[in-house]
């Protein structure tokens, strides 16, 4: 979507779908492939070692239990699951290019770097 059909842009509720669709679409990108974003672990998840995390990797890039109740925008940019006994979250921000900032469309890569964080559910 260029500058102008942004600025044009009715937001009905078709508008609305499309927009999610396309923060999913990109969400599942970093999440799933390691595209177009980074990827942050935290310590917890570090010292479980490299099996470990490799684990938890897989998991997160696996992970399908998208509900009404746990991604209410259908964005998919929030998870909780458990990996080997330890409970594990994850969740997606959108931050301008600089990383300084939220993002001002998280919808347009363009103006969006995505960060994936990966912790320990006791470190949140």
């Given at each position: 979507m260029s500058?102008?059909?942004?600025?044009?842009c009715v937001h009905t509720k078709c508008?609305?779908?499309?927009?999610?669709?396309r923060i999913r679409e990109l969400n599942?990108?970093?999440?799933?492939?390691?595209?177009?974003?980074i990827i942050c672990i935290t310590a917890g998840v570090q010292a479980l070692g490299e099996a470990?995390?490799?684990a938890v990797l897989t998991a997160?890039?696996?992970?399908?239990?998208?509900?009404?109740?746990?991604d209410?925008?259908?964005?998919?940019?929030?998870?909780?699951?458990t990996v080997d006994g330890d409970r594990m979250?994850?969740?997606?921000?959108?931050?301008?290019r600089d990383r300084r900032y939220g993002s001002p469309d998280p919808a347009?890569?363009?103006?969006?770097?995505?960060v994936l964080t990966i912790m320990l559910a006791s470190e949140y």
């Open positions: 500058g102008s059909e942004r600025n044009t508008d609305i779908e499309a927009r999610r669709r599942d990108g970093l999440r799933r492939y390691a595209r177009a974003g470990g995390v490799e997160v890039r696996d992970f399908d239990d998208f509900t009404a109740d746990n209410p925008y259908n964005e998919h940019d929030l998870g909780a699951l979250l994850w969740k997606i921000d959108y931050y301008d347009d890569p363009g103006v969006t770097t995505r």
